[in-house]
């Protein structure tokens, strides 16, 4: 009997604990919810409080009718399928040629594609600009396009790589005997096969896509060329349009399909990611 | 013959593309970079910039007010309280998850990995705006709840560099937990009722068992959590050093003062001679990383 109170206490200090930890976690999200819903424009005074008194959808109306962030969804959205489509084009291949094959400058390559993937693009940002420049590419989602496709081509392709390599060859050499030839194998045998760890390469680009916001303000002038993330820095920075609640309406609806996408796939993710790309 | 030859080229056509998409987006802008920072290139020398060796270089690891040694020096101490404080905190989060008879278990990690499903530079906003703000942040109006005064959570060097620390903190430990979580989930539990027989307590269990058990699991990702931490941008950036609403705290990491030399004060050269050195310290360190972890297998 003593035992067993003994055992509750701890089990209810230990649940104490985790709910405490939790709402410490999301506490800066509640209380942008709280900003964004609250009908009286209170922040600013001292009678603040968490729970709204009166419910209000006129920041996200605000947001969706008003604001140029259709406008953002729209170019975000051109960013993001331009990016995930080129990049498995690309990437789908190599990681097969560098999965199947062995060719001389291999394990060369891909060891310096470790290193390269060390180095922020950050880094390089003037260069890249000094380059896009004289061909016309600055201000342009191309030239975003192609920033974004050489940083995620590198993970496309080591991600994929290992997980090709989990794949027994013998499925192929089946194939082959009777008679298919690259391609159908990739498409028809492989792909399948790998369609978790390609899914997870996928939404890896779409989030780094919806996320990127310093070469989408770098490179692009004039607000409506902004992707939502660059349009959701630039609100925040300019002392004139700042809004809180206009802000937190934004940037929960902004947030929201992210949250939504990494919440689905969150098992996924783990073991796709430490599958290829962690090891080595 | 002629077949044999054409299929020795197979694996290059297929990697071609993706391969020369990353040699023009990526290794040639570093290239390029190692080109302009032996240069003086900066906004008055757009076009007729000249070589100018390795000053660029000399100026930055000799000259000690340029304030880069000082931004590597802040860089190196954010790196490790930061790692420090990661692992301790996911250590004990992620062993009271594995608490037995813990049921709420499942809810508990879904809600603690909320930030990591947040995108980053939004968290990285709304803490600014919701948190840190001086007069409707929420820390502030639980400190005036409490009778204390405001605080200028940005505004001046540690206390900026503190916030800066808990941000990250908050925004990477959801990864951290996940992964300890994973890697004692894997301990056989053997270990552990062995241990007990022979009357082991706590502490000597995690000294004993647990530690040495997780350090191979947990490896792989602590490198990775070291080398982002290290390059971390945005928190700082995104905090203190916004074009148009900086807060005055000076508190540089080598990356921010690359890209401030690059695109605020426009010295082009001396910002590619700094992203150079940052390069060869990830890849020296990548290297003795990699070596000591897996032997350098590349093929694995």
């Keep these: 009997m003593h035992r067993r109170t003994k055992h509750r206490i701890k089990m209810s200090l230990l649940n104490l604990f985790f709910i405490v930890a939790c709402l410490l976690c999301i506490v800066p999200i509640l209380y942008t919810l709280s900003v964004s819903l609250n009908g009286t424009n209170n922040i600013l005074s001292g009678s603040f409080s968490f729970i709204p008194k009166e419910v209000t959808f006129d920041n996200y109306k605000a947001v969706l009718f008003n604001k140029p962030y259709l406008l953002w969804l729209k170019n975000t959205l051109i960013l993001v399928i331009a990016t995930v489509t080129i990049s498995l084009a690309v990437a789908i291949p190599a990681a097969y040629a560098f999965s199947r094959f062995r060719f001389i400058g291999r394990k060369t390559i891909l060891y310096i594609l470790i290193i390269l993937n060390a180095f922020p693009s ?12 004289p061909m016309k590419l600055v201000n342009s989602y191309l030239g975003l396009i192609l920033i974004y496709v050489g940083t995620m081509a590198i993970f496309g392709l080591w991600n994929m790589k290992g997980y090709f390599d989990t ?11 009777d008679g298919a030839n690259d391609f159908q194998l990739v498409t028809k045998l492989i792909m399948p096969l790998a369609k978790p760890s390609i899914i997870v390469t996928a939404v890896m680009i779409i989030i780094f896509v919806w996320n990127e916001y310093i070469f989408a303000v770098t490179f692009m002038t004039g607000a409506e ?5 660059a349009g959701l820095y630039a609100l925040q920075a300019t002392q004139y349009t700042r809004n809180w609640p206009i802000f937190s309406a934004a940037s929960l609806l902004t947030a929201i399909p992210i949250l939504i996408i990494f919440l689905v796939i969150q098992k996924n993710m783990v073991s796709g990611l430490t599958a290829g790309g962690v090891k080595g | 013959m002629k077949k044999r030859g054409y299929k020795k080229f197979i694996p290059y056509i297929y990697s071609f593309p993706g391969l020369a998409l990353i040699g023009l987006m990526i290794v040639f802008p570093i290239l390029y970079t190692g080109y302009i920072s032996l240069t003086n290139m900066n906004v008055y020398h757009w076009f007729d910039f000249q070589v100018i060796g390795f000053q660029n270089y000399m100026k930055a690891l000799f000259v000690l007010d340029t304030g880069f040694l000082t ?7 954010w790196t490790i309280v930061n790692m420090v404080l990661q692992m301790i905190i996911a250590f004990v989060i992620a062993s009271l998850l594995n608490v037995e008879g813990l049921r709420l278990k499942g809810l508990y990690k879904t809600i603690l990995m909320f930030p990591w499903a947040m995108p980053g530079y939004i968290s990285i906003l709304l803490w600014k705006m919701g948190m840190f703000n001086t007069e409707f942040g929420l820390l502030n109006h639980w400190l005036n709840k409490l009778g204390f005064a405001n605080v200028h959570w940005l505004n001046s060097n540690n206390i900026a560099f503190a916030s800066s620390v808990m941000v990250n903190l908050w925004l990477a430990l959801p990864f951290m937990i996940m992964i300890i979580d994973g890697a004692l989930q894997s301990i056989d539990k053997a270990y552990y009722e062995s241990a007990t027989i022979e009357g082991a307590g706590y502490f000597s269990k995690a000294r004993k068992i647990t530690i040495p058990l997780l350090r191979p699991i947990i490896a792989p990702a602590v490198v990775i959590t070291i080398f982002t931490t290290f390059k971390q941008f945005d928190i700082i950036y995104l905090l203190t050093q916004q074009q148009g609403s900086k807060t005055g705290a000076d508190i540089h990491t080598i990356i921010t003062y690359t890209y401030e030399k690059a695109f605020v004060t426009n010295n082009y050269g001396y910002s590619s001679a700094i992203s150079i050195i940052i390069f060869m310290i990830l890849i020296i360190f990548s290297l003795t990383i990699r070596g000591r972890l897996k032997g350098g297998d590349v093929d694995a």
Aim: glycine share 6%.
């Design chain 1, 122 to 133: 950050i880094l390089s940002m003037f260069a890249i600009y000094r380059i896009l420049m």
């Design chain 1, 167 to 177: 794949i027994p060859i013998e499925i192929e050499e089946a194939g082959k005997i």
């Design chain 1, 225 to 229: 060329k902004y992707t939502l993330a």
């Design chain 2, 71 to 77: 931004a590597f020096g802040r860089t190196i101490v």
